[in-house]
């Protein structure tokens, strides 16, 4: 199996829904295409030669059938019929050619425009009458689809297409059932409303296509097919809120992304909400060429809980639940221990805050069965390491705030001591979201996310009105806005040149100590639209990463290529300042050059590394290079052995048709010398057998279909997947659920 393959499990990041899942709800089968055993999946090929090869192939297998073809965006198309038909079609396939599973993804701030510099850009390029609100920039939205009827995006819309129902009305799915969206627009009021709320370019033609159905539900196909008719259509910019839990660089959205951005247009993606660990960046944020965007804040006043007194006082940082009533200044009130929101737990909180475990139950159920029981309000913590954000699917009457696991625990422990609490609301602004998924990328060691914006607390269009999210769903379409606004004052900025101006340009962010986020975690920091618009030197790449130390087969000699353009029309000086001095790295960057006017030049950059002086997994940092007095700025990264990426992500899990047959899919970016899939009973923990065993696994796809002697008996299990690769194990524990 090659590396490139991976089933897409994708879903929108809005912090409404995609926060992590809770355990009963979190099994659910892939939804197969089609009736019966009929499902769908995608093939990506080299040559025209080989395209007529598999087409020959696919008449063979009678039931097979090709769906849709892809030209711009990928060289494929789709193909439904029986799965095993079309595993019996991938094992004739030639050596190369990919067959990709199609599954199921889901959904899952104070004013932010002016703050990122909007309103002070505006006139900068009124010399013909014309202020900067993306004018004549088509912008198209890869989502749920739009509310076209909304007063502030009805005159921005234009028109655009569904790639669910493959027709040429976009509408978000409308009602009152959860099935109904508000994603879409939601994401189209960052960028283009136009009344009420005004986005960050309101004169944008805007565009949608709807890839993601009822329930916020699609898959892998209709993805790339939207991405294919914003290509068909000339799109200038588009948007994808979208996200995996697999850090790859090579799967086929971002694939399809990287073709887009080849056909000249901007591509704009969120990064993800699995932060704040390392390596959390899922595909299509990994994809190189495109703009991926975290989430930082914007002036806000946000709550803090002050808990206990002297040496045991300690702040906890609170997270409004979405949908819930929002959290006032409380002060004085007594917590009570909800445990997981059971009703026989709350018997007590009548006139108290009840501090409740997230997990097993909607956050939904547990905030309506403590208001049922008179709490006045409720604290949620996570059930895993780290804070979450997240929403309830109804308005609730009393308030709800999120903290993270460590907090929880800690007030949990302390709650017989008649702790004094009381909150206190603090401005926080420029801080990188807890909830923001981090870099770098794994295989090629990139980078990500590129820059952030705001994605906190962010008051937008719905169907039928407005509302506030938060989410890196929330971040990426600040960042398109601005590229809107690039490309109407400079209507022949490429691309690569709309990423180095936002990029180079960044304001760098720390952190509430005072400390630089990480190159990983913010990219080149957080976007200053009214300085991107006044860059002249552009820089591409935009960041640098000098790959991986491996004793074996690196000498320690280092160098990447980057190519510096002035785009000015005068001759400019440039000179690099060398990195702060760190042991077991020697920098090599020329010092001073000189660019004539429209002139490209490469430029080498040289490092030298001495392992043995190195301790720290990774280092990062920013080459600065002055244009003349200018200071333009480059993230960079270095990794020594034995990275700390996760040995295994984006498992699923599916019984199939058949009695005793079970199939499962994860990526494994390192590969296993021994691979173990043992099955618990979810209540009591019995031992209910092996699912598989498998021995020297590469790397990439893991795909297995089990045959078991016995089949398991239906309902959810606690699956532990164990992992030893080169003395290393690692173990991992998943829920699945046998049908």
Known sequence: MGKNKFLLLICVLITVWAYKPDEAGAYQEYRKKGTGKSTVMIVMYHSENDRQAIMEQVKQFPGLHIRREYHASIRGFSIEGSRSALLALRKRLKQGNNLYDVTTYRHAAADSVPFIGTDTVRGMYDTKNQRLTGKGVKVGVIDTGIDYNHPDLSRAYKGGRDAIDLDNDPMETKGSSERATLHGTHVAGVIAANGKKMGVAPDVELYAYRALGPGGSGDTESVITAIEMAIKDKMDIINLSLGSPVNAPDLPVAEALNAAVGYGITAVVSSGNSGPDVWSVGSPGT?????????????????????????????IPLQQILGAAVWEDRSSFALVDGKDGDGKELRHAKGKIALIQRGKKTLYEKVRQAERYGALGVIIYNNDKGSFVGGTVKNTGIPAVSISREDGLWLKSHIKEALAIN???????????????????????????DVVAPGIDIDSTVPDGYLLLQGTSMAAPHITGAAALLKQ?????????????????AKILKNEEGKRYKTYEQGAGRIQIDEAVRADTFLYPSSVTFGLFNRTYNSGEHEQTITIENGSPVTKHYSFTLPPVQSGLDWHLPRKFTLRPKEKKKIVLGLTVHPEELKQGIYDGYLELYENTKRLHIPYLYMNEEPGHPRMMGFHFSGLQQKGVYRYEMYLPSGADELSIALYDYDTFRFAGFLDRAYKVPKGLVEREIRQKASFQKGLYRAAVLLEKDGRRDEFYKYILIR
């Open 287 to 315: 994809a190189s060429k495109a703009i991926s965007v975290g989430a930082s804040s914007p002036p806000s006043h946000r709550p803090y809980l002050l808990a206990g007194l002297g040496s045991t006082r300690r702040e």
């Open 423 to 449: 909150t206190v609301f603090r401005v926080k602004q420029d801080l990188i979201a807890d909830f923001s998924s981090r870099g770098p990328v794994t295989v090629n060691w990139e980078i990500k996310p």
């Open 489 to 505: 004052a400079h209507p022949d900025w490429k691309p690569h040149q709309i990423k180095s101006a936002i990029m180079t340009t």
